[in-house]
């Protein structure tokens, strides 16, 4: 497995993983993936990766900012998406420790995820990578109608002493 850059050329991939995460409804609100220029718009370019194995992309994992206020520079949100037929690989485990290596060599000190309560895979994965949960969000957005919670996580930060 390599784990490399996201770019553009990637795009068709990354949107095919993030529709099959869309699919299982345990991993996102959203409802659709977006255009390139939309979703390049919304993570940070430095901090965005694929995993490659055997030449196709086995996942993707990006940061988005949480806030454009300049107090909240260092706190981010991860999105960490794995290609149906590679889960359960450590495909995730790979992409989300790449995250958390460059974003400390970046100056982020927070890494946060809402996660549904379901997704236990995705809980254990965060909580293996120093992710603590924090809180709970009870019937924080509607999902086919129906009321969903999540999990909030976080992940401080070892360079800043606030762990």
Known sequence: MEITALLPLHWEEVRIIYLQGIATKQATFQTDAPAWE???KGHLAGLRY????????????????????????????????????????????????????????????TLQSGIFPENTASIALHEKLGFRKIGYREKIGKMDGVWRDTVLMERRSKITGQE
């Open 50 to 109: 694929v995993a490659i194995i055997d030449g196709n992309v086995a996942g993707w994992a990006a940061l988005t900012p949480v806030s454009g206020r300049c107090v909240y520079a260092g706190v981010t949100e991860v999105s960490v998406y794995i290609h149906e037929a590679f889960r359960g690989k450590g495909v995730g485990k790979a992409l989300l420790q790449k995250l958390v290596t460059e974003s400390e060599a970046s100056n982020i000190w």
């Open 38 to 40: 939309e979703w390049d």
